[in-house]
């Protein structure tokens, strides 16, 4: 390459960061109108309004002003009334609920009404129809319940022309399994829904993709050489991976198929993984989907401070939708702050993983 | 950097997950350690058949002979470790400075373990009462008119290690004259012995294939546990518990070893100072097999006292210190946290801590970088109290005074018992109690074991069993 060619894709790139940056302050601004106006916005942040002494409307310009209004608590989700946090805007609409993991308490719970279908849909254009093929159906084998993955899997098979199948998996009993230590019953639910999916997987030989988390995945291939039974792509997700999953997962369990890792919540939607490269060293690198979910990685000691590139810092969370505004959301997990890249002009994450803090006190299990 | 790789059944392999072993010294990295997914573990034991028959190739008299070659390579030799190559000097000074032990006591477990590689041949003799070996060749033989069969149990005995004692990995060496591979999850500080070993093996002509050794975390070593027909287990009570009830798995959790006077003895007890003192601080007095309770029926507060002076006398030294007794804990907050505890427990009434008056310095001490707990001793009135039956990774023991014809109610599982004693009728007891596993008559040390006998069960019969077994030829 180039001197000056690299030049200009410097230059390409940097001005692409900045255009997402401008995109990011007027989405923030929009966002802020939406939730913080009697017409539109919700009880929650209508009612926090009326006590903040200013109005968000006018004094937050950006994304660098939404810490006016400091962090958002995790107990504010926890518990009801979960009709606080409906848009005024989408009182006629039918909502759903969705509920996080579970592992740390009461499950912190979300109101939605299509963001979980944007956000698929948006996803599904990442996706590549040698290894996804549209009109090719779907399993989904991972936590169904009140978690958004499963009507979200659902709605991507959907969009790609496809029909979803599933297999119920409730993590919050291989929680209390793993808690208990009682590995062999754990092993014994394991087997419980391997073998279903495998049925699925023998009788319906249209399914080419499968969502699924990656102890399953490890589970499944040790039964099943996915390949052969025709998968040509795998999602994968739900728990945190890390480079030596993705390597293990390319190289020995499914070699040939087109492995998407990603990360996500239900509180801030989906992130994609930095298209693979070998070089890379299987490395995990997640984008959130700018503008409406980002990551941003603090200090825990001095949460006001961002770490730098390739600094480790503890993930902050900010949502920016018409459904759900959840702005500098300090999450459980850690990861290092990785560069924007052409594809995605804004900060990633790497190497995901949960807090070093409460590696003791979270059970996170198959799931 | 020296990089410790996972074998897969032979082969190397680094993986892109690492844990930093470090010097507890200065906290500099010494070597990294690959770790393994558990996903990795499953995949290749569900390939173990393959393993244990290229072993099974092997016959038990050579496999034998190789353990022999093993035992002077292991000591003596250079052996490969990750891309390079360790020095026998190398070996002490790394396993030192990442799990505190000094190197003396270092030198001495190597010792254990070239022993129990050398003198295979009698372990085996030991664990299978003499059978030929030809017998586990052949799958079956006749043995003083007498048809034999034994039957394998598992392809591959899995090992969940410990970081405590190096000298602790004999235990599971006879599995390879057996026949039968061995998955092996190092301990987080000390994978540089099992890894030795296996190279040691496999320098020895032993079949690459019947060593997978999975550094992980314990999450991933569960698949282990899981998968392999038989296991051994090494932890405290948190790790061991959930696999008690699992037939496939052999526990090695606190010991509570005892030393247990007679009434008709204990007056001697000065005669037996340095057993008492031997078997509770020798090696660090970090292994199971060290005392942490001498029970006695009277003269309890006599002995304590006693006992107190002798072990007062054990500082702690630098780790390449020839003449260390102390290992030094590998995480200093765990040390303050245990004398902490100990403290706490001491406000119970009914308890004292002796070695304190005696030494006058406190428990916790800090030389060279590292930081020991010196040795304690309780003296406990009540039988019941917190520290009568607590068993602690540093020289520590309770002395509690109980009744003669209450003491083997009292005890509880109690993984070696030295009974000082000459009373008949007490020695039938002590027999036919199910509480102690290895009984010792007389006055040896509780940790002085023999490797023909059995430790926490018979390895053998562990992954054996007899099997009825005729046959009459084809053609008369």
């Given at each position: 390459m180039g001197q000056a060619q690299a030049a200009t894709e410097l230059q390409s790139l940097e001005a692409r960061v900045a255009a997402a940056r401008q995109r990011l302050d007027e989405h923030v601004r929009e966002m802020v109108h939406w939730h913080f106006s009697p017409e539109t916005g919700c009880p929650f942040w209508l009612e926090r309004a009326a006590g903040l002494g200013f109005d968000p409307r006018v004094e937050i310009a950006g994304y660098g002003d939404l810490r006016k209004l400091g962090y958002f608590q995790d107990g504010w989700l926890r518990g009801g009334p979960v009709r606080r946090w409906l848009p005024k805007a989408y009182e006629n609409e039918p909502v759903y609920v969705f509920e996080t993991g579970g592992s740390t308490g009461v499950p912190k719970c979300r109101i939605n009404v299509r963001d979980f279908e944007i956000d698929y849909e948006q996803f599904s254009l990442s996706l590549s129809e040698k290894g996804f093929p549209k009109g090719s159906d779907w399993l989904m084998l991972g936590p169904t319940g009140p978690r958004r993955l499963r009507l979200a899997v659902e709605h991507l098979a959907q969009t790609r022309g496809g029909i979803c199948f599933f297999v119920d998996l409730d993590p919050r009993w291989v929680n209390v399994l793993l808690r208990q230590g009682k590995h062999q019953e754990m092993e014994a639910y394991k087997s419980h829904?391997?073998?279903?999916?495998?049925?699925?997987?023998?009788?319906?030989?249209?399914?080419?993709?499968?969502?699924?988390?990656?102890?399953?995945?490890?589970?499944?291939?040790?039964?099943?050489?996915?390949?052969?039974?025709?998968?040509?792509?795998?999602?994968?997700?739900?728990?945190?991976?890390?480079?030596?999953?993705?390597?293990?997962?390319?190289?020995?369990?499914?070699?040939?198929?087109?492995?998407?890792?990603?990360?996500?919540?239900?509180?801030?939607?989906?992130?994609?993984?930095?298209?693979?490269?070998?070089?890379?060293?299987?490395?995990?690198?997640?984008?959130?989907?700018?503008?409406?979910?980002?990551?941003?990685?603090?200090?825990?000691?001095?949460?006001?401070?961002?770490?730098?590139?390739?600094?480790?810092?503890?993930?902050?969370?900010?949502?920016?939708?018409?459904?759900?505004?959840?702005?500098?959301?300090?999450?459980?997990?850690?990861?290092?702050?990785?560069?924007?890249?052409?594809?995605?002009?804004?900060?990633?994450?790497?190497?995901?993983?949960?807090?070093?803090?409460?590696?003791?006190?979270?059970?996170?299990?198959?799931? | 950097m020296i990089h410790i790789p996972i074998l897969r059944w032979g082969e190397a392999y680094y993986s892109l997950k690492r844990s930093a072993l470090r010097d507890i010294r200065t906290g500099e990295p010494v070597a990294e350690m690959s770790l393994a997914n558990g996903g990795l573990i499953g995949r290749d034991l569900g390939q173990v058949a393959e393993c244990q028959r290229r072993l099974a190739a092997v016959g038990c008299e050579e496999l034998v002979e190789i353990c022999g070659r093993a035992a002077e390579v292991f000591v003596e030799g250079e052996l490969p470790l990750g891309e390079g190559v360790q020095s026998p000097q190398e070996y002490i000074a790394q396993l030192s400075a990442t799990t505190g032990m000094p190197q003396s006591l270092c030198r001495r477990n190597s010792e254990k373990i070239r022993l129990a590689l050398s003198e295979m041949g009698g372990v085996l003799d030991g664990l299978t009462r003499g059978i030929s070996l030809s017998v586990l060749d052949a799958g079956w033989g006749t043995q003083e008119g007498r048809t034999l069969s034994y039957l394998r149990q598992a392809d591959a005995l899995g090992a969940v290690l410990p970081n405590n004692s190096p000298g602790v990995h004999s235990l599971w060496l006879p599995a390879i004259p057996l026949k039968v591979p061995l998955a092996l999850k190092p301990g987080s500080e000390e994978p540089w012995t099992p890894y030795r070993i296996a190279q040691a093996f496999i320098s020895a002509g032993c079949p690459p294939e019947a060593f997978g050794f999975y550094p992980c975390d314990y999450g991933a070593a569960t698949q282990i546990l899981l998968r392999c027909e038989r296991s051994m287990v090494?932890?405290?009570?948190?790790?061991?518990?959930?696999?008690?009830?699992?037939?496939?798995?052999?526990?090695?959790?606190?010991?509570?070893?005892?030393?247990?006077?007679?009434?008709?003895?204990?007056?001697?007890?000065?005669?037996?100072?340095?057993?008492?003192?031997?078997?509770?601080?020798?090696?660090?007095?970090?292994?199971?097999?060290?005392?942490?309770?001498?029970w006695v029926p009277s003269r309890g507060r006599e002995i304590a006292e006693g006992l107190a002076r002798r072990l007062a006398q054990i500082e702690p030294r630098a780790l390449d210190d020839a003449n260390a007794e102390l290992a030094a804990f590998s995480k200093p907050e765990?040390?303050?946290?245990?004398?902490?505890?100990?403290?706490?427990?001491?406000?119970?009434?009914?308890?004292?801590?002796?070695?304190?008056?005696?030494?006058?310095?406190a428990r916790v001490a800090e030389i060279g970088?590292?930081?020991?707990?010196?040795?304690?001793?309780?003296?406990?009135?009540?039988?019941?109290?917190?520290?009568?039956?607590?068993?602690?990774?540093?020289?520590?023991?309770?002395?509690?005074?109980?009744?003669?014809?209450?003491?083997?109610?009292?005890?509880?599982?109690?993984?070696?018992?030295?009974?000082?004693?000459?009373?008949?009728?007490?020695?039938?007891?002590?027999?036919?109690?199910?509480?102690?596993?290895?009984?010792?008559?007389?006055?040896?040390?509780?940790?002085?074991?023999?490797?023909?006998?059995?430790?926490?069960?018979?390895?053998?019969?562990?992954?054996?069993?007899?099997?009825?077994?005729?046959?009459?030829?084809?053609?008369?």
């Open positions: 829904v391997i073998d279903q999916a495998l049925k699925i997987l023998r009788v319906h030989e249209g399914i080419r993709c499968l969502f699924t988390t990656p102890k399953l995945l490890e589970a499944l291939c040790e039964k099943i050489s996915l390949t052969k039974i025709g998968i040509s792509g795998i999602f994968c997700g739900g728990t945190e991976m890390d480079a030596q999953f993705h390597r293990f997962a390319r190289e020995e369990l499914v070699p040939g198929v087109d492995f998407v890792p990603t990360y996500g919540n239900t509180l801030m939607g989906l992130a994609l993984n930095k298209p693979f490269d070998r070089d890379d060293d299987y490395a995990i690198t997640y984008y959130p989907a700018h503008p409406r979910a980002l990551i941003e990685l603090v200090d825990p000691e001095d949460t006001e401070r961002t770490v730098g590139y390739g600094e480790t810092g503890q993930v902050m969370l900010t949502t920016l939708t018409k459904e759900l505004f959840m702005p500098r959301f300090l999450e459980r997990d850690e990861a290092e702050r990785a560069e924007p890249i052409e594809v995605y002009p804004w900060d990633g994450v790497r190497d995901l993983r949960l807090l070093k803090s409460l590696e003791e006190s979270v059970t996170v299990g198959v799931y | 090494f932890g405290g009570e948190a790790t061991v518990g959930p696999w008690r009830a699992d037939p496939r798995i052999e526990i090695h959790g606190p010991g509570r070893s005892k030393i247990l006077f007679g009434a008709d003895s204990v007056d001697e007890w000065e005669e037996h100072l340095e057993v008492m003192a031997a078997s509770v601080a020798e090696n660090g007095g970090r292994s199971c097999i060290n005392a942490s309770g001498v765990l040390a303050h946290r245990l004398s902490e505890l100990i403290d706490r427990q001491l406000k119970t009434p009914g308890a004292e801590d002796l070695t304190a008056k005696v030494r006058g310095t970088g590292c930081t020991f707990l010196r040795p304690t001793v309780i003296w406990c009135e009540d039988p019941q109290h917190p520290l009568a039956n607590a068993e602690y990774l540093f020289p520590f023991v309770s002395v509690v005074e109980v009744g003669q014809r209450q003491v083997l109610e009292a005890i509880g599982p109690t993984l070696v018992a030295t009974a000082i004693t000459e009373d008949e009728l007490f020695i039938e007891e002590l027999l036919a109690c199910t509480s102690v596993d290895r009984l010792n008559l007389g006055p040896m040390q509780t940790n002085r074991i023999s490797r023909d006998q059995p430790h926490e069960g018979n390895l053998f019969e562990f992954l054996y069993r007899q099997r009825a077994f005729a046959t009459i030829p084809m053609r008369a």
